[in-house]
Structures are given as structure tokens and as C-alpha cells.
């Protein structure tokens, strides 16, 4: 080191800017993010609902499928409200089971529930198709006879297919419930779902706060005309000019 050369002076500080009236007295930090609301108890208990009453109904169907199938008498037929569905629950019930579940885990990490119109198309194809399947279901099994009763049937098959249906229709009846309520709480969830936007706070304040930009508006018009030029007529000569005198 040169003993005559200076000490490095220490660097002076930038300047704080100027405050200003406009300028915040705190500054701005990640906790003034308002957090998502809780979801509901109710909503949660729905979602497990369906999760748990997927799979019953997609058994039931199955079950039903396979003794009609395999083990039901010659003169039996399931009701047509009930045989045109059977296959159809059972994919509807595996459906809403995976929905409810990937709902119930997301709630769990994230504390939100799935995308709205997911949500809602979701929850009202699985309403529609449970609760149509249930009631066309109970009106059929209700109004039309199990066992076929033209021709001439023997007593014996007859007998025999009276008591297979009793007692199927209690397993008939058990699936169709199951049916139904699947359905309610798919249109219970429908509907939250759907209300939800019109419930929030932070929707009607975004709202309210909708202003429509100040501005003048000028309109101009702009009118030419083209010049036509065609070919004139000869002049008239006037009548009223007196004949040129004769020369003497």
C-alpha cells in the first residue's frame, strides 16, 4: 500500500425519495390478501355422501344385473323403467365417486373446492341422470307386473316367479333409493354451486365498483359532390332583338 496515497472515502447513501401525501405509510405486504372463505359443513358432507353412495349404487346395479342375469326363473322381466338403466348407474355411480373424492382432496390440500363450471356440469349431468333413473324406475316397477302372465303358463313357474320377484323388489326398491338420494345431493351441490357468485362480498363490491370511462364523443360528416359536366345546348336567341338594318 502507497503511505501516500488517501483513505477511500465510504460511499454516501442514496437519498430516500421525498414522501409524498399520496405515498402509504406502511408498505404493501402478502398478508392484506384476503384468504378463500371455509367450505361449508354441509357442502363437505354432501361431497362424502356421494363419494360413499357411488359405490353402493354401483353395486347394487351390479348385483341386480347379475342375479336377473343368471339366477332369475323363465317367466321373469325386469321392469323397462329399471333394465334400460341398470348398465348406465353403474358408470354413474364409479363417475360420482371419483368426482366426490377428487373434490374432498382437494378441499383437504387447498382448502377450495373444484372450478365452478366444472362443478356445474358435473353435478347436473349426475342430478339429471340419478334422480330421471329413479323416478322412471319407482313409476315402473310400481305400475308394471314382473312376471309375464300370456300363453299358458305353468302353475309351478308362475309360483316360482312370484316369489323371486317379492323378493327382489325389495332389492329393487333399496337401489332406487339409493338412486335418489345420489341424485338430491348432486342438486343440493348443483345449486350451492351455482349461488355461490351471487353470495360473495368480494363479487358485489367488484361490481359496484364498475364505472364506465368519461369521454366526449365528436361526429364529423363529410359531404362531397362531383362535378358533372355534360354537354351544354346551343343558346335560343332572344325574340324580343329588333333585325339588323340593311345597308344602303
Same mark, same amino acid.
Given at each position: 500500500m502507497d503511505p501516500g496515497a488517501q483513505p477511500e472515502q465510504p460511499r454516501p447513501a442514496d437519498p430516500l425519495p421525498a414522501a409524498t401525501e399520496a405515498t402509504p405509510l406502511l408498505p404493501r405486504?402478502? +398478508?392484506?390478501v384476503t384468504p378463500p372463505p371455509p367450505v361449508p359443513r354441509l357442502v363437505l358432507i354432501g361431497h362424502w355422501i356421494t363419494a360413499i353412495g357411488g359405490p353402493i349404487v354401483a353395486a347394487l346395479a351390479i348385483a341386480i344385473f347379475i342375479i336377473v342375469q343368471f339366477h332369475s326363473p323363465p317367466r #321373469?322381466?325386469?321392469? #323397462?323403467?329399471? =333394465?334400460d338403466f341398470v348398465i348406465q348407474m353403474i358408470f354413474a355411480g364409479f363417475l360420482s365417486t371419483i368426482w366426490a373424492t377428487a373434490s374432498i382432496f382437494r &378441499?383437504? =390440500?387447498l382448502g377450495l373446492l373444484m372450478p365452478p363450471? &366444472? +362443478?356445474?356440469?358435473?353435478?347436473?349431468?349426475l342430478a339429471v341422470w340419478s334422480a330421471v333413473t329413479s323416478i322412471q324406475g319407482m313409476i315402473s316397477l310400481a305400475r308394471n307386473s314382473q312376471c309375464y302372465d300370456w300363453g299358458y303358463p305353468d302353475p309351478d313357474d308362475t309360483l316360482r316367479c312370484w316369489e323371486f320377484a317379492s323378493r327382489i323388489s325389495v332389492l329393487l326398491w333399496v337401489y332406487l333409493g339409493a338412486v335418489l338420494v345420489i341424485g338430491l345431493v348432486h342438486t343440493a351441490l348443483l345449486i350451492f354451486t351455482c349461488s355461490v357468485p351471487f353470495r360473495g362480498v368480494s363479487w358485489r363490491e367488484s361490481l359496484n365498483s364498475w364505472k364506465f370511462p368519461t369521454g366526449q364523443l365528436t361526429v364529423e360528416f363529410t359531404i362531397k359532390f362531383l362535378r358533372q359536366e355534360h354537354s351544354l345546348p346551343p343558346p335560343v336567341p332572344s325574340q324580343n332583338v329588333a333585325p339588323a338594318a340593311d345597308g344602303a
Open positions: 405486504s402478502d +398478508a392484506t #321373469y322381466h325386469l321392469p #323397462y323403467g329399471i =333394465q &378441499v383437504r =390440500q363450471l &366444472v +362443478a356445474v356440469i358435473m353435478h347436473g349431468v
